[in-house]
């Protein structure tokens, strides 16, 4: 599979440059560290119009990608190209559907707290827009030498199809296990909120038996529902790795084969340790519309 990292000289740019070298070391992928710089023909307001200003921005983009592709690890492939776009987002996009790559990595933004969430514009425009899934990096992410466990939040209702797939998909190429976890906000406790409990423990065991028989026997995958007085609380319940990763879905208001970031996923960020993956409303990774990895 093939990976847009979206790379800036700065924090966000090695955390994303991190999030890819980890997510490519147990999957055989590989690398594609991306600048996007503003089309040389465009007026920009903080740009000086000055004789050879585009040549001299582009040299400078050639520079700092070498020192990406220093902080990848020499067992990852990479290599590093310059697209020139009217955003970082629609410059992003455009090279992930020109290479037929299965995910866009970046870092999430630079004022969250280290180890969690901050999405600032750039990250917006992609969670709103994106026809692949979109990595984001929580600030001060390291790099592992893999991934030890694909966590898939599977809700508490019936649906979302594609999202599951491409958690199996993901769990099974990098040769780890598998949770699927159902976040429960039940407010105040009464009957309503044990209700909703029994919904979401029913849903995920047959979730977890679907799981069960698409993966081979000996791979292991569980199962977890959590609930708090809060999404937020749900998700600070839970176990995590500090070298997992969590797929989650795009919302159901979203456009075919875009993403769009409901309220849940927005919740869940706000207390997640770990990087997260958001997949696009049917998508499906075994391709077939522009979706599957360049190389395989």
């Known amino acids: 599979?093939?990976?847009?990292?979206?790379?800036?000289?700065?924090?966000?740019?090695?955390?994303?440059?991190?999030?890819?070298?980890?997510?490519?070391?147990?999957?055989?992928?590989?690398?594609?560290?991306?600048?996007?710089?503003?089309?040389?023909?465009?007026?920009?307001?903080?740009?000086?119009?000055?004789?050879?200003?585009?040549?001299?921005?582009?040299?400078?983009?050639?520079?700092?990608?070498?020192?990406?592709?220093?902080?990848?690890?020499?067992?990852?492939?990479?290599?590093?190209?310059?697209?020139?776009?009217?955003?970082?987002?629609?410059?992003?996009?455009?090279?992930?559907?020109?290479?037929?790559?299965?995910?866009?990595?970046?870092?999430?933004?630079?004022?969250?707290?280290?180890?969690?969430?901050?999405?600032?514009?750039?990250?917006?425009?992609?969670?709103?827009?994106?026809?692949?899934?979109?990595?984001?990096?929580?600030?001060?992410?390291?790099?592992?030498?893999?991934?030890?466990r694909v966590t898939c939040a599977v809700g508490t209702r019936a649906g979302a199809d594609n999202l599951f797939e491409t958690a199996v998909d993901a769990a099974a190429r990098q040769r780890i296990p598998l949770r699927l976890i159902s976040l429960v906000a039940v407010g105040t406790k009464g009957a309503a909120g044990e209700a909703a409990i029994e919904q979401a423990k029913a849903h995920a065991r047959t979730v977890l038996e679907e799981a069960a028989a698409r993966l081979p026997s000996e791979h292991e995958v569980t199962v977890e529902v959590a609930h708090g007085e809060s999404i937020e609380q749900a998700v600070e319940e839970l176990g995590w790795h500090e070298d997992e990763l969590l797929v989650i879905g795009s919302s159901r208001l979203a456009q075919h084969n875009r993403l769009f970031l409901g309220s849940t996923a927005n919740k869940i960020l706000r207390s997640l340790p770990v990087p997260m993956v958001v997949v696009p409303r049917n998508y499906s990774p075994s391709g077939g519309d522009g979706t599957a990895g360049k190389n395989g």
């Open 1 to 148: 599979m093939r990976y847009i990292v979206g790379y800036i000289a700065n924090e966000r740019g090695r955390d994303a440059v991190a999030l890819g070298s980890t997510l490519a070391a147990n999957a055989g992928g590989d690398l594609d560290l991306t600048m996007i710089l503003p089309e040389p023909h465009l007026p920009a307001a903080r740009v000086p119009a000055e004789p050879g200003y585009d040549e001299l921005l582009a040299e400078q983009a050639e520079e700092w990608l070498k020192q990406g592709l220093a902080l990848v690890p020499e067992k990852v492939p990479a290599e590093a190209s310059i697209r020139y776009a009217e955003s970082f987002a629609e410059g992003l996009i455009q090279e992930a559907e020109a290479e037929r790559a299965g995910l866009i990595v970046i870092g999430a933004g630079r004022h969250g707290l280290l180890g969690r969430y901050s999405v600032g514009s750039v990250a917006s425009a992609l969670l709103h827009s994106s026809p692949v899934p979109v990595a984001l990096a929580p600030r001060g992410y390291q790099a592992h030498p893999g991934l030890s």
